[in-house]
């Protein structure tokens, strides 16, 4: 069983640019979440997916930034003009709300895309 | 006010001994989760615990246990017979509302843990 997987690692663009992440969830879990995490702090809360929909939006999420989970597997999050204060680690995480017994739909994340901002 | 508060700003430990991180929490929601993650140098989040508001008894897994106390809103996480790889950053974070149907996670800003041969 593999766990959740982001891709790339590691983004290094210029100011102004377009880039989009990618995410693939734990295969059965019908949740999906985007993080950000700043330097020196803890993840911060971006939005979800509950298979296709996207149940919930921070008001981090600026309109520069999209989500999408097309067919209620894979996400991706694009970042339109980017700026430098969106340099971050940007955390997917992946969860199963039913049958989640005792663990109470505990949420497991990817290893992280590093985002640098020039 | 902040939902999860852990204030220690680095904590260090001999190797084979306990440690206890502290975690408080705030909520006026009756059913709420309250989980630890580790976050090593590679930045990867690993899961550790988790207790339920309604839970009767204190989470146990492995080294690891979740001091519990409702009343006074804290979620201690205690590792026992730490080792060097236990050296890493350790995350508070708590789920409001009942399982599944609120399922965003609020974090705090983390312990740093050292561990000494």
């Known amino acids: 069983d593999t766990g959740v997987s982001q891709d790339p690692r590691h983004k290094i663009t210029k100011r102004g640019q377009n880039v989009t992440f990618r995410c693939d969830p734990i295969?059965?879990?019908?949740?999906l979440y985007w993080y950000r995490q700043t330097l020196g702090q803890g993840p911060e809360f971006l939005t979800y997916?509950?298979?296709?929909?996207?149940?919930?939006k921070s008001r981090l999420l600026s309109d520069r930034f999209s989500a999408e989970r097309p067919k209620g597997s894979f996400s991706t999050l694009e970042i339109q003009r980017t700026e430098q204060g969106d340099s971050a680690m940007y955390l997917c995480?992946?969860?199963?709300?039913?049958?989640?017994?005792?663990?109470?739909?505990?949420?497991?994340f990817g290893p992280g895309t590093r985002l640098t901002v020039l | 006010a902040q939902k999860i508060t852990q204030t220690q700003p680095g904590m260090f430990v001999q190797e084979k001994e306990a440690v206890t991180l502290d975690c408080t929490y705030d909520?006026?929601?009756?059913?709420?989760?309250l989980f630890w993650y580790k976050q090593p140098s590679s930045g990867e989040m690993i899961f550790l615990i988790y207790?339920?508001?309604?839970?009767?008894q204190n989470a146990t897994e492995g080294r690891y246990s979740l001091n519990f106390q409702k009343a006074r809103k804290s979620a201690n996480l205690v590792i026992s017979a730490s080792q060097l790889g236990d050296s890493a950053m350790y995350f508070c974070a708590m789920r409001e509302g009942r399982t599944g149907a609120n399922s965003k996670l609020t974090f705090g800003k983390g312990i740093t843990l050292s561990v000494r041969p």
């Open positions: 207790q339920g508001s309604y839970d009767q």
């Open positions: 909520t006026s929601d009756p059913s709420y989760g």
């Open positions: 295969s059965e879990h019908n949740r």
């Open positions: 997916f509950q298979n296709e929909a996207q149940l919930e």
């Open positions: 995480a992946s969860s199963l709300a039913e049958g989640a017994g005792i663990l109470g739909d505990t949420q497991y």
